[in-house]
């Protein structure tokens, strides 16, 4: 018999081989109507399995349904309109090519291989097939099949996308769905799932949006086409949805950033590189100058350190080639890196091509010119394969010496720390830059300030011991915390980021991990935050916290961060000596609390819908004369705020007042000033807010002060109080 343990804490017991779906029948019928799948955790694995997938063992389980709207029913439900959304596609163009089509967190796509270019005008009549096979109800059938038997399948239907998946999918079978009873009558598709039970549970959905891409991200490869839809188990939330986009598009950031003059991109610098403009730049320094002041609070010291940095460096951290997919190549000193560089390269684009044997001739004749010149490349001999050879020229790269844009700012902050011997009484250490760093995004994922290649991070590591890990470590969340909250983003979520058993990509010890993951949870609890544990989501050398915000239209987005490092300072010798006078290893905090300032200034935008707390204003006041008769005195108030060290500007045009202050309500400007001839005469400026709003009339000494305590603090307005008493 197994034990399953259900999220109140109850223990079933049910026979050996019992499904999600057999538990949910025991518990009670409308269970059993609504269930979809289960969360499974099984030897402290969680995993999402079908509602007819047996369960493995005793185990911990929640049971997914069509009524909770949690974000794993949502990714099953979504993943399984991807698959329907995809067989209406290859209906109606029976000449599409299916790549792969994941679930995402507010929908899913689909990336296709198609001569024809979908538009707009195809979705009405993809969403009519879909209806038609939602109407159906037909069931999502799962099947597995031995990898040796299922490679000659794939390899029958001459879909060269599904074969290449199919390699990369670990384990000795592949399993396929089938969205009928009968394979080979019903479509079909290469996946892990899990699925719904049937397509009648799909209520909601619709088509979106269809854009370029390539496969796996390369340029030089297959141009595809990613077609993007959204599912929902009720309507009106697919209606919600809807009018959430919809404001949206009110408040992108691109359109707003525009129009508000904040920053520009420019092709000739470069798609995903951010022109901040004057206004735009007057964020981010108040930002930079918030957080600044609050670190020397704490005791940090500001650095500045180089942008690129030798390949040895990032080597040793691990950051190359472990970012080798989202970094711009490594430029080689000598001649033979340069030569296998470009070999390599060019085997990264071949490799898959249409004709792989001659794909394949044609590099070796590369490495055949390089070989001449210089020498065997250890690994390669005439019998490699696309992939060996690639594995090859890589181990031939390793020792090559070279410069690397960096991809991240803690290996020159190590450097730093390295710098001199360091003693207990020295620590902790830490070390604060606005640094900027690069990434080669794809330009399919590039967006505006919130996706780009280059961005500046408020970067911060900070190196302890062992003992003053958890004051540290709770200060950087403190401090996390208390930036998010000072603009008014209170409606946020902490993320615990923990490594994947199962995957290879992390360095270090599970000794280092084990104490890491602890300490990590041990701040989250002691902060009071709300916080969910993530398996996958840690950074390659330590666990971490995110801060995951909602924006005031609740939108999620990943913010700040918070990581903990045992492993760095050990791959890079890092020590100090301690108070029993022996050499022992620092721990390293690695911290950001706005995360990037392009994205987080993005979000802010979109956040405010440009209409920023005063403080952050690019523009605080305007001041707009009446008439002529009004012209000097305008001058004059102009000059006062200024003065006062207010951010201003002066409209003393022979424009009629009404359009003066539309263009300025539209520049999201706090105040605007109308002065005319009674408020020269008084002193007075007559107080208008960008909402359209008066304030009435209000001494000019009166005003600059209620606007330094509305900067000073931060806050709400103080003015319209004031202003209705005088």
Not at 161 to 188: H, Q
Request: hydrophobic share 35%; proline share 4%.
């Amino acid at each position: 018999m197994l034990k399953v343990t259900l999220p109140d804490g109850h223990i079933l017991e049910a026979a050996d081989g019992a499904t999600v779906a057999d538990i949910a029948a025991s518990i009670g019928a409308g269970l059993a109507r609504n269930t979809i799948a289960g969360s499974v955790t099984f030897n402290g694995q969680a995993d999402v399995v079908d509602a007819a997938a047996a369960l493995p063992g005793d185990c911990e389980l929640t049971i997914l349904t069509a009524t909770d709207d949690s974000p794993d029913s949502l990714l099953v439900l979504r993943h399984s309109c991807a698959h329907v959304m995809a067989e209406a596609i290859c209906t109606l163009f029976p000449d599409t090519k299916l790549v792969y089509g994941p679930p995402l967190e507010n929908g899913f796509y689909y990336d296709i291989d198609l001569d024809r270019s979908l538009t707009p005008d195809d979705f009405p009549q993809i969403e009519a097939e879909m209806t038609r096979i939602v109407k159906e109800k037909r069931p999502f059938c799962r099947y597995e099949m031995p990898r040796d038997e299922a490679m000659p399948k794939l390899a029958d239907e001459k879909n060269r996308y599904k074969i290449d998946n199919a390699e990369r999918a670990e384990g000795d079978a592949l399993s396929f769905y089938v969205t009928g009873e009968a394979p080979g009558e019903n479509f079909e598709d290469l996946c892990r799932g899990p699925h719904i039970p049937n397509t009648g549970i799909i209520k909601a959905f619709k088509v979106q949006q269809v854009s370029r891409s390539h496969y796996r991200g390369d340029v030089n490869d297959q141009p595809l086409q990613r077609v993007y839809g959204t599912a929902f188990f009720k309507k009106k939330s697919l209606t919600e949805y809807i009018e959430l986009l919809e404001e949206a598009k009110k408040r992108d950031h691109r359109v707003i950033g525009k129009e508000l003059n904040l920053f520009t991109i420019s092709d000739q610098v470069g798609s995903g590189l951010v022109l901040w403009q004057p206004k735009g730049a007057i964020i981010r320094t108040e930002l930079q100058n918030h957080l600044t002041a609050e670190m020397v609070k704490l005791g940090y010291d500001m650095v500045y350190t180089p942008q690129i940095g030798q390949l040895g460096l990032y080597r040793c951290s691990g950051h190359y080639p472990y970012y080798e997919d989202s970094q711009f190549p490594a430029m080689f000193e000598t001649d033979r890196g340069k030569a296998i560089q470009s070999t390599l390269q060019l085997a990264q684009r071949l490799k898959g091509g249409a004709t792989p044997d001659e794909s394949l001739g044609t590099v070796r004749s590369m490495i055949e010119s390089i070989e001449n010149i210089w020498g065997k490349l250890e690994g390669i001999d005439a019998d490699s394969s696309m992939d060996q050879v690639i594995e090859g020229l890589y181990a031939a790269l390793s020792t090559e010496q070279g410069f690397l844009l960096r991809p991240m700012n803690c290996p020159h902050h190590i450097q730093l720390y390295a710098s001199r011997l360091r003693s207990y009484r020295d620590l902790p250490v830490r070390l604060a830059e606005y640094g900027t760093v690069y990434r080669y995004e794809q330009s399919g994922e590039i967006s505006g300030m919130t996706r780009v290649r280059g961005f500046t991070q408020d970067d911060a590591h900070l190196f302890c011991t062992n003992e003053q890990l958890p004051e540290e470590l709770q200060t950087t969340v403190n401090l996390t915390r208390s930036v998010l909250e000072m603009l008014g983003m209170m409606d946020y979520r902490v993320r615990i980021g923990l490594r994947d058993a199962d995957s290879d990509k992390y360095v270090g010890s599970t000794e280092n991990w084990d104490r890491a993951e602890e300490a990590i949870r041990a701040a989250a609890k002691e902060s009071g935050v709300n916080y969910t544990e993530e398996a996958g989501e840690a950074a390659f050398y330590g666990p971490k916290i995110d801060f995951v915000v909602k924006d005031c239209i609740g939108r999620s987005w990943q913010l700040g961060t918070v990581q903990v490092d045992y492993n760095l300072p050990e791959r890079f010798k890092l020590t100090y000596i301690g108070r029993d006078n022996t050499q022992h290893v620092p721990i390293m905090i690695h911290r950001a609390p706005f995360g990037s300032m392009e994205r987080f200034v993005g979000i802010l935008i979109e956040h405010f819908a440009g209409a920023f707390p005063m403080w952050l204003s690019p523009v605080q006041v305007a001041v707009a004369s009446v008439s002529d008769k009004s012209r000097d005195y305008a001058k004059e108030v102009f000059a006062s705020l200024k003065q006062a060290g207010l951010r201003a500007e002066l409209d003393d045009s022979d424009e009629k007042i009404g359009p003066k202050k539309h263009r300025l309500r539209a520049a999201k400007i706090n105040y605007i000033l109308v002065v005319g001839e009674k408020e020269a005469a008084q002193g007075e400026v007559n107080i208008n807010d960008r909402d359209g709003k008066a304030g009435g009339n209000m001494t000019l000494a009166a005003f600059i002060e209620a606007c330094r305590t509305e900067v000073d603090t931060k806050g709400r307005s103080p003015i319209a109080a004031e202003s209705a008493m005088v």
